[in-house]
């Protein structure tokens, strides 16, 4: 994956405080991880990171729409998607980020590489199950549920026969499996 400079973020040269830096993502953002989940996306993400005189706190915030696919109905819709995430940054002898909250940058750094980190926030962020939200409040008419209502209806009414035909049993039949049960 190529390095973008806009998620480098050179810390040596901040002061001592908070510092904030946006970033407006698109697909194009995605592409670099050849994640093609999305249709479109229109997301912003604002990022705090407060500069201390040891180590580096960095709070992500994201909010914005992406363009998916319902997964009951296949129908393209916006998604709506926000989250936050907060990575502390310390500096040791040897890069670690095994830690999902905290990063071990070697000594000697200049700079971190936030990508990753927006990337991994964002995707996820996005439910598994994605439903239209037409299909939760019954306003949404495409032919995919219309035929979905039709075979829901169809069966109903098939086991609506079925235990219609149950109930229509001859009283003599129960009187010979009386007979059956009584050995």
């Known amino acids: 994956m190529s390095k973008s400079k806009e998620f480098l973020i050179p810390f040596i040269g901040l002061k001592l405080g908070k510092h904030h830096f946006e970033y407006q993502i698109s697909n194009a953002f995605f592409e670099n991880f050849d994640y093609d989940e999305f249709q479109s ?20 915030k994201h909010k914005g729409t992406v363009n998916v696919p319902c997964d009951l109905t296949g129908e393209d819709f916006d998604l709506p998607i926000k989250g936050k995430m907060k990575l502390i940054v310390r500096f040791g002898d040897e890069f670690n980020n095994d830690n999902e909250e905290l990063l071990i940058l070697p000594h000697g750094e200049h700079e971190i590489d936030v990508v990753q980190y927006v990337y991994e926030m964002i995707a996820l962020s996005v439910p598994l199950k994605r439903v239209h939200p037409g299909v939760k409040d019954g306003s949404l008419q495409t032919e995919a549920l219309k035929k979905l209502n039709e075979l829901t209806v169809k069966e109903v009414k098939e086991e609506k026969k079925e235990s219609k035909k149950e109930e229509d049993i001859d009283p003599r039949w129960d009187k010979l499996k009386q007979l059956l049960t009584d050995k």
């Open 41 to 60: 996306s229109d997301i912003k993400v604002s990022l705090v990171l407060d500069k201390k005189s040891n180590m580096l706190e960095l709070e992500f």
